[in-house]
């Protein structure tokens, strides 16, 4: 008997890695599984036969996103026609909800059960969208705890399955191995300095993060600082608007290594982001900033309906980390609240405690139980 024809559809690189993983554990249970869809090259490297690769739906920006609807509609279009024609057991929608709602609303229409795999955060953004989720997707898979019980009481199936960064970063962290490993000799304390992923998230946040840090070497000596951008691609620019600001820091830059980075760390900035959720896992005591365009901010403002928006103080339900949002994020801001965290033995050591806590609560090995929970739904063939 052949076993099950499962559709998995990612649309960025960590809905790759997501999808490789789920792939993974699903073979361990069920080998002869076999899986279509949208891939990258972590799913294709586990077996995945691509109809669509993801770069299809790299498509960043208000604007850019209107423009490429057209395209974007008969890539959904197309894909909902292959998958129903090739009878899929299952469908497995990775994120990029815009997209993978609406093909599993189709879908599942059409008979297929289907699966949405990280929740849309409709709990941050006007909760009352959740109840219709229902009509897409036959059940959720959430990464965060508290959203089993949030999607539940809007009526929809929801499963906690756990974060894959709580099982990819040990429970215990070596800070001075990780500083070794930077090359950065044992002395003052390391700052890190994480200003986002995207290039107006640099340009907007890393003159603001290196002055405040400039303003803290000022009143404490001497610093190691380290400023980390996701790929290569962005040192430049990362060092020009650091070097705008504050010329006359002394700042180490690399790339692509943000988890050795937040671990060698004692303590860092960070943007708002999934960055905080790694800094978290790493222990590394933080300071959350961000900062958008005055009219976005305006608009989103509006709209948010949580009090917290950093990962880490909305899994504890407290202020566990400093938020500095718009135009709180001032130099002295940030030299203050980095300060508090180096001058405070006692709190770093709570704050440690506390993550663990979480870790542990996060560690309970997603991709089985993604697993599992999507052989639920696959009839027999």
Known sequence: MAGPLIAIVAGEASGDSLGAALIHAVRARSPDARFIGMAGPAMLAAGCEALAHIDELSVMG?????????????????LGAR?????VDVFVGIDVPDFNLGLARRLKRGGVPTVHYVCPQVWAWRPGRARHLGSAVDRLLALLPFEEAFFAAHGVDCRFVGHPLADALPLDGDRAAARAALNIAAGPPLVAVL???R?????RLAPAFAAGVAALAKVRGKLAVVACATHAGQLERLRRAIASAAPQLSVSYVHGQARLVLGAADVALVASGTATLEGLLCRAPMVVGYRLAPLSYHIIRRMISIPRIALPNILAGEDLVPELIQDALTPYAIRDALAAWLDDDARRARYTARARTLHE???VGAADRA???VLELCGPR
Not at 68 to 78: D, F, G, I, T
Not at 199 to 203: A, F, L, P, S, V
């Open 83 to 87: 998958l129903l024609a090739a009878q």
């Open 195 to 197: 200003p986002g992923s």
């Open 371 to 373: 697993g599992q929970a």
């Open 361 to 363: 609560s996060l560690r």
């Open 199 to 203: 290039g107006q998230e640099i340009d």
């Open 62 to 78: 208000l604007v850019e996103v209107l423009r490429a609807y057209p395209r974007l509609h008969r890539l959904r279009a197309k």
